[in-house]
């Protein structure tokens, strides 16, 4: 809280800066905004069709149409006309010096996407002249597109009439070809099958089919005889086949007579008797009776189906020469009738069109002659009350908006040029820091971190207050620990590996095999600062170029000193300054001090390093930076010189 002789707020070097900047940018902006003309914007909608035949109907939408009807537009011919019926108004002793330029750079015409609309703009800072201005540019595009109708109607007409003349007189020239070739060629009709030739072509065709019918029956017929005189079958004459029943029926009648006597008398018995005695000879004639009557009919029967036969064959032979002979004069007859056709298509072809350009002659005469070309004025254009651009409330409060931001960039500016850097002292209480002192300063005053019990209290409160003196070890660098490992032989690579992974060297000479765990990337550690310490890829690879087990025996004493002198042979070979003072506690403090710097709490350090003494924790406050602690998930565990180097 400011004490009574502090100067108000409103009376302040920052508030005066916000005040002037502010007030003089709004100033400006303010009066360059309300200085601007007020636009106003005036629009009609125009819905124009494709350029087709007077007669036609309006096809779809033409984009390509509906370009060019902008360009005939925005012409200079619709601009200048306009402009003169301007001028001729009423208001045109206010527009004694528009031209047709000045205009055009008002207009401006924007087809609708996928239509036949047009929309007409002007934008000016006269609301009253836009209407007047674009109504009467539609008054006299009608104007123009009426004038083109009507040219369009007389050229229609007398291109129709020109198109019906030429007709007829090839439909009269068709009909005199197609009536010549007819008498030429003797043809009296014009269905084909109902001319001589083809009617004869067509009766030839259906004798042989007849006659081709009776060979085959006849032959049928022979053939059957034949084979049944050869399976021994009665083959007469139909008047002969009476006689022969009878004669067979006499016949046997004797046969079953004498078989009857047989089985009463014997023969010798019936050749005693004169009425039984001629029984046998009478079986003989009848039997010669009938074998001469079916030799005769067979030779009759026969020759008739062989005369048959033969008078089929010939006139199917006949008819076939007549055929052929007539096919010549068929397939002469059919050529011509073919071109016939021809002719007889292309007089239709041709009385079609006729009749269709008369239809088409009786259209442009009857019909109306406001359908081409379709320009409706869907609405007109009219007085706009409200201004476009620009919208003044909007802009002002942009103006404001930005003149309190420039008001506050000022003051921060002006802080910023003016403001007296400070050297503020480092105290820490407790781990706690605020700004590091040097640490030559800390080095050269080490008694400065702890207080004697034979001082005051007021000593004590002085060092108690003092800066904590900076660990004693040497830090070294990512470069230096990195030539340091390329110098290590491999039981020092997985030593340093181990220090900077936070462990001390006694925890790295008692380490065991059972504590590393490859395949889960862990090491786990007891004793006195239990802790699990995550494997880095390099350390792992490290571990597994020895089967998972560190190169040394945790149970010798001489561990800790056989690894000491392989980190001071390792010193010596990379040929760093100073390499007496390479130690391993050396390079535990330089990972322990890039842990701190990258924000770690102090308080989580022990996590990752182990236990460490309450003024170790202080001493390492002078690394922190001065912000808000960050936790283990929050910072980068892996050491820079283990990347890429092992």
């Not at 924790?617 to 980068?636: D, F, L, M, T, V």
Request: with cysteine.
């Amino acid at each position: 809280m400011a004490d009574g002789h502090e100067q108000p707020w409103y009376r302040s070097r920052r508030f005066s800066i916000f005040s002037l900047a502010f007030l003089i940018s709004a100033a400006i902006s303010l009066a360059y905004i309300y200085s601007q003309p007020a636009v106003y914007r005036s629009s009609a909608t125009l819905l124009t069709s494709a350029m087709t035949a007077i007669d036609r109907e309006s096809s779809d939408a033409d984009i390509q149409h509906v370009a060019i009807q902008r360009q005939i537009f925005l012409g200079h011919e619709i601009a200048a006309e306009t402009v003169s019926r301007l001028k001729a108004s009423p208001a045109g002793k206010f527009l004694s010096q528009l031209t047709a330029p000045d205009i055009q750079n008002l207009l401006n015409v924007e087809p609708v996407s996928e239509t036949n609309l047009v929309e007409i703009v002007a934008e000016g800072t006269d609301p009253k002249f836009l209407p007047l201005l674009i109504n009467t540019w539609i008054d006299v595009y009608l104007d123009a597109r009426a004038e083109e109708v009507k040219k369009l109607t007389s050229n229609t007409k007398r291109i129709v009439e020109d198109e019906l003349e030429g007709l007829a007189d090839k439909v009269d020239s068709a009909r005199v070809a197609l009536e010549t070739f007819r008498r030429n060629h003797d043809i009296s009709s014009t269905q084909r099958e109902e001319n001589e030739a083809a009617a004869r072509l067509r009766g030839l065709n259906e004798s042989l089919n007849k006659a081709s019918e009776e060979e085959v029956k006849a032959k049928s017929k022979l053939d059957s005889i034949r084979v049944a005189i050869a399976r021994g079958k009665a083959v007469v004459p139909d008047d002969e086949k009476g006689s022969l029943v009878d004669l067979e029926t006499r016949l046997q009648d004797l046969r079953e007579k004498l078989a009857e006597f047989d089985k009463k008398f014997t023969r010798e018995y019936l050749n005693l008797q004169p009425d039984l005695k001629s029984i046998p000879e009478q079986i003989k004639e009848l039997e010669a009776a009938v074998n001469n009557k079916r030799r005769y009919g067979q030779n009759v029967v026969l020759a008739d189906a062989e005369m048959a036969y033969a008078a089929a064959q010939q006139t199917a032979s006949g008819i076939r020469a007549q055929l052929d002979s007539h096919k010549k004069q068929a397939f002469a007859f059919t050529s011509k009738f073919a071109e016939h056709d021809a002719l007889k298509t292309d007089l239709e072809g041709l009385e079609t069109l006729y009749r269709d350009a008369q239809e088409r002659l009786v259209q442009v005469k009857t019909g109306r002659k406001d359908k081409y070309p379709q320009v409706t004025v869907i609405n007109r254009a009219y007085e706009s009350i409200k201004p476009v651009r620009p919208d003044y409330n909007r802009e002002a409060l942009i103006a404001i908006a930005g003149s309190l931001l420039l008001g506050l960039l000022s003051v921060w500016i002006f802080e910023y040029l003016t403001q007296k850097k400070e050297q503020q002292p480092s105290i820490a209480i407790f781990g706690v820091q605020n700004y590091p002192a040097p640490a030559a300063k800390l080095i050269d005053h080490p008694h400065t971190a702890l207080g004697t019990a034979a001082g005051s209290l007021e000593q004590k409160t002085n060092n108690t207050l003092a800066s904590p003196a900076a660990p004693p070890h040497r830090e070294l660098s990512s470069h230096q620990l990195r030539a340091l490992i390329s110098a290590s032989n491999l039981k020092g690579k997985q030593l340093i590996g181990l220090l900077l992974s936070g462990m001390n060297i006694d925890e790295a000479a008692s380490l065991t095999p059972d504590q590393i765990n490859l395949p889960a990337g862990t090491i786990n550690l007891g004793g006195v600062s239990p802790r699990i310490i995550p494997l880095n890829n390099s350390l792992k690879f490290l571990f597994m170029q020895s089967d998972g087990h560190p190169l040394w025996n945790a149970d010798d004493p001489g561990t800790r000193i056989d690894l000491s002198a392989a980190l001071v042979c390792a010193a010596v070979d990379s040929g760093l300054p100073d390499s007496q003072e390479i130690t391993a506690e050396a390079i535990r403090h330089s990972y322990i001090a890039y842990l701190v710097r990258q924000g770690l709490r102090l308080s989580d350090l022990e996590q990752i390093v182990g236990y460490l003494e309450p003024s170790a924790i202080s001493s390492y406050s002078a690394y922190s930076p001065p912000q808000q602690g960050r936790h283990i998930h929050e910072i980068e565990l892996v050491h820079p010189a283990l990347i890429n180097t092992i």
